[in-house]
Structures are given as structure tokens and as C-alpha cells.
């Protein structure tokens, strides 16, 4: 006899801890975020501080990346520190690894935080340069001039310039710092009816198995099984298909 079976999951991620106060109204609690903080340190290193834990999902990789991709230098040029530490981490209320959330809010908070690092880039290289902060561009690990890309600063220069070479600013420059905190757009539950999202993404999946059975002394074999689990916008496909 064949038979074949199909389940269907669907997964919430990104837990909203307003749901708390359906059982306590008298909890602070009204949503969830995480910090993140990127920097541009004296040697022209991007440091990239993360309010998570990962065991083994990529966390590194994909800050490294996304930071990457918005200063636009290589991953390489970029060093992410891992953890939920109050001594030297960034961290928020609801700061950790839990509820399949990072991809929303710890990246979420390292985009905030490396745009806000981009402008702050940008900015200094428009001071250095004399000229509109619009005609820089941040590409190959340097703060050009668009129309002139020879008119060009590494990130060393950049690092080092708030850092140990400072003087004759006509105003402070840019502290080549920047801490973000992401906050997903949950609404605080309704405590009367008891309602409200408490998750912010869904992920679906769809697992069928074929299996062969011998009705007369229960020996079975699997034929065939396959499964498929839709997460939405592939942000490294390396890493999901090693997941």
C-alpha cells in the first residue's frame, strides 16, 4: 500500500511582548526592538556591535553584509561583535536571539545604524572637500566625489580625522559613531477584546511523504519525502541552505 501524507506549518517570528499585558495591564511592555551600533574606527575598520546571540545562524555574516552593501566596501572590511552584554554591547529592552526575529529586528537595527553611519561619512567628506554632501557617493571603501571619483578618501581618513586629526574645523566633525534602535511596527493589543498581532512575519511550510507499506507483516519503506519553506526575501542563500 502507498500512502502520503502533507502537514503545513505556518512559523511566526518576531515576538511582540505587548501580549503580556492581556494577562497584566499593568506591565510597560508595548511592542519589541534591538539596538545595533556601527563605527568607523582609526584604521578605517567598520565595527559593527549587535544586541544578539547567535549559535550558529549567521549573525556575523549577515551584518557584515548588509553593512557592506550600504557603505559600500567589502564584508571584509568589516568586524561584527556578537552578544547580549550590558558592559559593552549595544542592547535594548528586548535585546537577544528568540522568536525568529533577527532578520527583522536585529538587521533592522544594523541598517538604521549603518545608513546613519553612511550620512555621517558622507558628511565629512563633503567638509573636506567643500562641497554638497549630495555629490558624494560612499563605493570600493571610499567617500568620493561622483562626477570626480579621483577626489577620494579611504575610510582610514575618514576614521582618523574625528579621531587624531580634528583641528581647524570650522564645526566638530562627524563622530564616525552611530547607534540604531529598530522598532517593528507592532499596535499595543486591545486588553478588552483580547486582541491584537502578536507576531510580525509568517513563514510558511509544506513537508510530503510517501511512504510504501506491507499490510501484512508492517514492514514500510519512505519512497520519497520533500519539503519546502517559504522565509520570504533571501537575504544569503549560503546560509539558508546551510540551515
Same mark, same amino acid.
Given at each position: 500500500?502507498?500512502?502520503? #501524507?502533507?502537514?503545513?506549518?505556518?512559523?511566526?517570528?518576531?515576538?511582540?511582548? #505587548?501580549?503580556?499585558?492581556?494577562?497584566?495591564? !499593568?506591565?510597560?511592555?508595548?511592542?519589541?526592538?534591538?539596538?545595533?551600533?556601527?563605527?568607523?574606527? *582609526?584604521?578605517?575598520?567598520?565595527?559593527? @556591535?549587535?544586541?544578539?546571540?547567535?549559535?550558529?545562524?549567521?549573525?556575523?555574516?549577515?551584518?557584515?553584509?548588509?553593512?557592506?552593501?550600504?557603505?559600500?566596501?567589502?564584508?571584509?572590511?568589516?568586524?561584527?561583535? +556578537?552578544?547580549?552584554? @550590558?558592559?559593552?554591547?549595544?542592547?535594548?529592552?528586548?535585546?537577544?536571539?528568540?522568536?525568529?526575529?533577527?532578520?527583522?529586528? #536585529?538587521?533592522?537595527?544594523?541598517?538604521?545604524?549603518?545608513?546613519?553611519?553612511?550620512?555621517?561619512?558622507?558628511?565629512?567628506?563633503?567638509?573636506?572637500?567643500?562641497?554638497?554632501? !549630495?555629490?558624494?557617493?560612499?563605493?570600493?571603501?571610499?567617500? +568620493?566625489?561622483?562626477?570626480?571619483?579621483?577626489?577620494?578618501?579611504?575610510?582610514?581618513?575618514?576614521?582618523?580625522?574625528?579621531?587624531?586629526?580634528?583641528?581647524?574645523?570650522?564645526?566638530? =566633525? =562627524?563622530?564616525?559613531?552611530?547607534?540604531?534602535?529598530? +522598532?517593528?511596527?507592532?499596535?499595543?493589543?486591545?486588553?478588552?477584546?483580547?486582541?491584537?498581532?502578536?507576531?510580525?512575519?509568517?513563514?510558511?511550510?509544506?513537508?510530503?511523504?510517501?511512504?510504501?507499506?506491507? =499490510?501484512?507483516?508492517?514492514?514500510?519503506?519512505?519512497?520519497?519525502?520533500?519539503?519546502?519553506?517559504?522565509?520570504?526575501?533571501?537575504?544569503?542563500?549560503?546560509? *539558508?541552505?546551510?540551515?
Amino acid at each position: 500500500l502507498l500512502g502520503l #501524507g502533507i502537514g503545513s506549518t505556518l512559523d511566526s517570528g518576531t515576538n511582540n511582548f #505587548g501580549q503580556s499585558t492581556l494577562l497584566n495591564p !499593568e506591565l510597560q511592555f508595548s511592542g519589541n526592538n534591538e539596538a545595533a551600533s556601527v563605527k568607523l574606527d *582609526i584604521f578605517g575598520e567598520v565595527v559593527v @556591535t549587535l544586541g544578539t546571540v547567535p549559535q550558529g545562524q549567521g549573525h556575523e555574516t549577515t551584518a557584515a553584509q548588509v553593512t557592506a552593501d550600504i557603505l559600500g566596501c567589502s564584508p571584509d572590511q568589516v568586524n561584527v561583535r +556578537r552578544g547580549h552584554d @550590558t558592559w559593552f554591547n549595544s542592547h535594548a529592552g528586548f535585546s537577544g536571539t528568540y522568536a525568529s526575529q533577527f532578520a527583522v529586528t #536585529g538587521l533592522g537595527a544594523v541598517k538604521g545604524a549603518a545608513e546613519m553611519l553612511a550620512g555621517q561619512m558622507k558628511k565629512l567628506a563633503s567638509m573636506v572637500f567643500q562641497c554638497p554632501e !549630495e555629490a558624494i557617493e560612499l563605493a570600493d571603501g571610499f567617500a +568620493r566625489i561622483k562626477d570626480n571619483p579621483e577626489a577620494a578618501l579611504p575610510f582610514m581618513a575618514l576614521g582618523a580625522i574625528p579621531n587624531a586629526n580634528n583641528a581647524g574645523f570650522p564645526e566638530d =566633525p =562627524p563622530p564616525m559613531n552611530a547607534r540604531y534602535v529598530y +522598532r517593528p511596527p507592532f499596535q499595543v493589543p486591545d486588553k478588552e477584546k483580547k486582541f491584537g498581532n502578536l507576531t510580525l512575519t509568517y513563514a510558511t511550510q509544506i513537508h510530503a511523504c510517501l511512504v510504501e507499506v506491507d =499490510p501484512e507483516t508492517g514492514w514500510y519503506e519512505l519512497v520519497d519525502y520533500a519539503a519546502v519553506d517559504d522565509c520570504g526575501t533571501r537575504i544569503n542563500p549560503m546560509i *539558508i541552505e546551510g540551515q
